[in-house]
């Protein structure tokens, strides 16, 4: 496989639109309470964002865009929201990135150097400082502090498999493994040093849920599985469009495994 080039890229600031209203205003409280995002409709050229509390409930719209996002990633602290939009209305294939400030309801595009290829995924740091996106067959980097006019410059060797680690489900704190797709069309592994497990069958967009437990979807749900002894819960939901195509969660500091 050829190297991965991890480059630092500005950000471009631009406010999707003005006076637009926090879109968990009164339903959740950002950053304070557990919960998840997920992407959801017909097919990923037509889907939209939607949060659901980590106790169930009717999911609340994110986005109402005419255009398909998909591929959400909650930043560290819950308060941002970064995600990939379409090309065109109709179009399934990443054309974009964005980040939400869910407080506010501000959108910022990240602007990509001319020669990146399509984005694909992204991840936050465990800081939430940064953010990494995978675009063809590079990596990118996001500071968010730096100025907009700031050029791309690679990342030293040593801080490249912290950057791709960005993207990855880790589990556990401190992490002991990470989630990887099985083998097995429709199906979930746990990788360790030691090997690689089955985690579940029928199950995808895996997210890590706290530093003790591990989310995904499966048949249409919400699965929250704790990494040591206990049981697996169902996060019972209504009001989702469609199909649910992917996951990313918040744990509030503090909260107990059996209430989230």
């Known amino acids: 496989m050829a190297p991965i080039a991890v480059l630092l890229v500005s950000v471009s600031i631009c ?4 006076g ?4 968990l205003r009164g339903q959740i409280e950002v950053g304070n309470e557990s ?3 997920v992407a959801a409709g017909a097919n990923a ?3 939209d964002l939607y949060a659901v509390r980590a ?5 609340v719209p994110i986005t109402f865009s005419t255009v398909g996002e998909m591929r959400p990633t909650l930043s560290p602290d819950g308060r941002r929201l970064a995600f990939l939009r379409g090309r065109l209305v109709g179009d399934s294939t990443p054309g974009s990135v964005w980040i939400m400030d869910l407080q506010t309801g501000g959108e910022r595009e ?3 150097p001319k020669q990146a290829g399509t984005p694909s995924r992204v991840g936050w740091s465990r800081d939430g400082a940064a953010l990494t996106v995978s675009a063809g067959a590079a990596l990118y980097r996001v500071r968010l502090a730096d100025k907009p006019s700031q050029t791309a410059d690679a990342v030293p060797p040593p801080e490249r498999a912290a950057a791709e680690s960005n993207l990855a489900v880790l589990l556990g704190d401190p992490v002991f493994a990470r989630v990887v797709a099985c083998a097995e069309p429709d199906a979930l592994c746990v990788a360790t040093d030691s090997g690689t497990g089955p985690l579940a069958e029928h199950a ?3 997210t890590r849920w706290g530093s003790d437990s591990v989310a995904f979807l499966t048949r249409g749900a919400i699965e929250v599985r704790p990494l040591g002894p206990g049981n697996a819960r169902k996060i019972e939901w209504s009001g989702v469009p469609g199909t649910a195509l992917a996951l990313t969660a918040y744990v509030a500091e503090g909260e107990k495994a059996d209430s989230r």
């Open 55 to 59: 106790a169930g409930g009717p999911v």
């Open 35 to 37: 919960y998840a995002v």
């Open 45 to 47: 050229a037509s889907g």
């Open 204 to 206: 995808h967009a895996a």
């Open 15 to 18: 406010l999707a639109c003005g």
């Open 20 to 23: 637009t209203l926090p879109p």
């Open 110 to 112: 990240v602007r990509l």
